[in-house]
Nanobody
């Protein structure tokens, strides 16, 4: 059974940092492009960043400079380092594993990030 499990969310003050983690199990990690999305109430889910199977990262334009995505093949995991957080970053963050070659896409359950004083 394929599972994506996120962790690392929580409450942080403006200007603070958080590191989200996501671990994939039950399938071959190297088949997938791994990504972070986020969703705020009454808005559509939006892409934050993704990292290819070979480890190349890319970011949504509005996320450049504040977020860093990374991939650890040995741990079947990806991470999202979030620095200098502002209240607009408050959202539920979701991990996604996508393989167009194998026509598979999986989602984690989401982890809440709240930026507030």
């Amino acid at each position: 059974q394929v599972q994506l499990v996120e962790s690392g969310g929580g409450l942080v003050q403006p200007g603070g940092s958080l590191r989200l983690s996501c671990t994939l199990s039950g399938t071959f990690f190297n088949r997938y492009v791994m990504a972070w999305y986020r969703r705020v109430p009454e808005k559509e889910r939006e892409l934050v960043a993704f990292v290819t199977a070979s480890g190349t990262p890319d970011y949504a334009d509005s996320m450049q400079g504040r977020f860093t995505i990374s991939r650890d093949t040995a741990k079947n995991s990806i991470y999202l380092q979030m620095n200098s957080l502002i209240p607009d970053a408050t959202a539920v963050y979701f991990c996604n594993a996508d393989s167009s070659s194998y026509r598979r896409s999986y989602w984690g359950q989401g982890t809440q990030v709240t930026v507030s004083s």
